[in-house]
């Protein structure tokens, strides 16, 4: 991109300008013996243009919208659309979190986001000893198609996209939203949302796995094989380094981690016999907007420019949708702080722009309150106008990728790609990401960067305001969301109720016809779309599954 | 304490929640300060803690629930332990725990809860300031 002869000439005028510092330097040194960021990468001074010699432009940054994407998947990017401001959400029964996600779309919200109760996401119905103290408190119950049903009861499902933030039974949940929506007169190819199905990374960081990762993966390619026929603008996988990185790991672990899961996602579904243009296109990404806000910038980029050439190079895709990475982002809940909970609205507001000049596609802004508690109303309300601010008053909507071209910004965009890629090869020399984390290779790197940032705290290296600067005596933080405890018992008479009315003939046929499908290599879709039509219960589809499939069992590394 | 032994160090994760970087971080700061430290992994039931409090003889129970279940697992986790006739460890909470559920902790035996942005440095010290002797009921053997 630059005269290399000129680049020379600079050089030494750096050198030059470098050496005329001593004096200052000296007199006045400056904060930190060195500048690095969590990635471990060094920061220069300044960034000048022989710090991106080499650089091509068409090759490396090239237009928006086209390959490789580095400046976004778009070609008007947030001219055309803004991205969709979707709050994860979701609390005790049906009832109240339909009158949540009511609310935030009358509050301007433009996409839904589900969060389940744990037993959900594990597959327990509410009634499951496991469950006990945990029913409702994460997120909401669903035991049937009769609590989806009230979930999104007044809500026209071909008008919003809703995203679920559900792994292990995923392909159950998928299909109580479509049987809800046929029951609303929508057709398959009118919904938009995404399911997260990334079992790889319940194995290393998020923990809700059911069953092993030979069959996890299984029932993965047969939701990519019959979504791309019956809900062809599904995003049937949502692959996540966000959670990676609550647990601990750095940027560069972040993106490389993450991309590696998803190398094995593309690979499960090729050896199924999938086209790769098929299913690719549907693939979606997610991501953690952490504090250093150059490097996350840097971040979203390199992990869009490192994605396609992946999918180019190493898969041969040829359709350029399934070199696209498209992502949603959700500020960094690890950084929020229970001192001072105010602060993290500010803490929110800067991720939050971080992940907009990254270019991302759609966002959840953190509330104040969730270092202490599920976030109240008023806490999600000042979350949401976070976004809408951030959106229509500060003008970092109007040109795309406002920071390309910034030295600092491309050189860190580089170095993350470069660094990330050091890692995929690694993974790919240890037979793939699946087999990493069986040696635990990735929980260990995860672990060890933790552990590296709790020591940063402590030693006061990394500065926390409110938790080891600026500290305040505080009276405790009133304001908070309370799960009622009855939501159980009311689940319980719910279930018990569907049990008792339901046709018991209906359901036995359906489950064991679920049964011959997942002891054989039928596509499992069909037959759990059948069983949730019949009213069989998640707990009892999930059982079938465990009885076949097994359990997970997981081994303790510290 | 009787000096020849190490303080032993249970950390748990009772429940169904996944979220243990807080449990590892504080069971390696453990390790590192000469502690011996036993980490359950997560998704246990209150049972399952207690056995292995059980097994392994341990002098401290270090719970952590990060997902608004700590009101219903750490009271049956004390009252199974009390069941089961321990009553000489120290049991401390940490995870999203709200400030005004801490007294009804406390009062069934948790004798502190450390939520986010504790250090582990603080609860080493709280640890080895509080930590029981057991010397007389512990299981045979030195380890």
């Given at each position: 991109m630059f005269d290399e002869k000129a680049l020379e000439e600079l050089k030494e005028a750096a050198k030059r300008w470098e050496e005329s510092l001593a004096p200052t330097l000296a007199k006045r040194p400056e904060r930190k013996p060195s500048f690095v960021n969590t990635s471990g990468i060094p920061i220069e001074r300044v960034y000048l243009p022989f710090h991106l010699a080499g650089l091509e432009y068409e090759r490396d940054l090239g237009f928006p919208g086209d390959y490789p994407f580095t400046r976004g998947v778009q070609a008007t990017m947030y001219r055309g659309q803004l991205w969709t401001m979707r709050q994860y959400a979701g609390f005790g029964t049906a009832e109240e979190s339909n009158r949540r996600y009511r609310y935030l779309l009358e509050q301007g919200q433009t996409g839904l986001s589900v969060a389940f109760d744990l037993p959900t996401q594990i597959g327990y119905d509410s009634d499951h000893p496991n469950a006990y103290g945990e029913v409702g408190k994460v997120g909401v119950a669903i035991d049937s198609i009769h609590d989806m049903r009230i979930l999104f009861q007044g809500i026209p499902l071909d008008k919003v996209s809703t995203s679920m933030t559900i792994n292990a039974p995923a392909a159950?949940?998928?299909?109580?939203?479509?049987?809800?929506?046929?029951?609303?007169g929508v057709r398959g190819d009118q919904l938009n949302g995404t399911i997260q199905n990334d079992i790889l990374k319940e194995y290393t960081s998020r923990g809700t796995y059911i069953f092993p990762p030979e069959p996890s993966m299984r029932i993965v390619t047969d939701i990519f094989a019959f979504c791309s026929k019956e809900v062809p603008n599904w995003n049937t996988i949502s692959i996540s380094g966000y959670h990676m990185r609550e647990a601990g790991c750095t940027a560069v672990q972040e993106v490389a981690f993450t991309l590696a899961n998803g190398i094995a996602y593309v690979e499960a579904g090729l050896k199924a016999g999938l086209d790769v243009d098929a299913f690719a296109p549907r693939l979606a990404f997610f991501f953690c907007c952490h504090l250093d806000f150059f490097e996350e910038i840097a971040k979203f980029r390199a992990a869009r420019r490192l994605w396609a050439r992946i999918m180019k190079e190493r898969f041969k895709a040829k359709n350029p949708r399934s070199c696209m990475l498209r992502f949603h982002t959700q500020t960094a809940g690890c950084t929020l702080t229970a001192q001072q909970p105010k602060n993290n609205i500010i803490r929110v507001a800067y991720q939050a722009m971080?992940?907009?000049?990254?270019?991302?596609?759609?966002?959840?802004?953190?509330?104040m309150d969730e270092a202490l508690a599920l976030p109240t109303e008023e806490a999600v309300q000042i979350a949401l106008r976070t976004q809408q601010i951030l959106a229509y008053e500060f003008g970092v909507t109007e040109t795309v990728d406002p920071l390309g071209g910034s030295f600092y910004v491309e050189r860190l965009t580089n170095e993350i790609e470069e660094r990330a890629m050091d890692y995929i090869r690694k993974i790919d020399e240890m037979g793939g990401s699946p087999r990493a984390i069986e040696l635990g290779f990735i929980q260990k790197e995860i672990q060890e960067a933790a552990y590296a940032y709790q020591r940063e705290v402590e030693s006061?290296?990394?500065?926390?305001?409110?938790?080891?600067?600026?500290?305040?005596?505080?009276p405790p933080f009133k304001a908070i969301l309370r799960v009622d405890p009855a939501v159980r018992e009311r689940q319980l008479q719910r279930l018990e109720k569907i049990?008792?009315?339901?046709?018991?003939?209906?359901?036995?046929?359906?489950?064991?016809?679920?049964?011959?499908?997942?002891?054989?290599?039928?596509?499992?879709?069909?037959?759990?779309?059948?069983?949730?039509?019949?009213?069989?219960?998640?707990?009892?589809?999930?059982?079938?599954?465990?009885?076949?499939?097994?359990?997970?069992?997981?081994?303790?590394?510290? | 304490m009787a000096a020849s032994r190490r303080i032993r160090v249970l950390v748990a994760k009772p429940g169904l929640d996944g979220h243990d970087r807080g449990a590892k971080v504080l069971a390696r700061a453990l390790r590192d300060a000469g502690m011996e430290v036993i980490y359950t992994g997560i998704r246990q039931t209150p049972e399952q803690v207690v056995n292995a409090v059980i097994q392994e003889d341990v002098d401290v129970l270090c719970l952590s629930s990060l997902s608004g279940?700590?009101?219903?697992?750490?009271?049956?986790?004390?009252?199974?332990?009390?069941?089961?006739?321990?009553?000489?460890?120290?049991?401390?909470?940490?995870?999203?725990?709200?400030?005004?559920?801490?007294?009804?902790?406390?009062?069934v035996g948790i004798a502190e809860i450390f939520g986010p942005g504790s250090f582990t440095s603080d609860i080493i010290k709280f640890i080895e300031e509080n930590v029981k002797d057991r010397s007389k009921t512990r299981g045979e053997g030195e380890r």
């Open positions: 159950i949940l998928l299909a109580m939203y479509m049987a809800v929506a046929q029951e609303q971080a992940a907009v000049l990254g270019g991302t596609q759609s966002l959840h802004t953190n509330s006061g290296e990394r500065v926390v305001v409110g938790v080891n600067r600026f500290q305040v005596q505080e049990k008792k009315e339901r046709d018991s003939e209906k359901v036995k046929r359906a489950l064991d016809g679920l049964r011959k499908a997942a002891e054989g290599t039928e596509n499992l879709m069909p037959h759990i779309l059948e069983a949730v039509k019949s009213e069989a219960t998640l707990g009892e589809i999930c059982d079938v599954l465990r009885d076949v499939f097994g359990e997970y069992q997981a081994s303790v590394i510290i | 279940a700590h009101d219903y697992l750490f009271p049956r986790i004390m009252e199974l332990l009390r069941e089961k006739g321990v009553d000489d460890i120290l049991v401390l909470g940490g995870g999203i725990i709200p400030e005004e559920d801490i007294p009804a902790l406390k009062a």
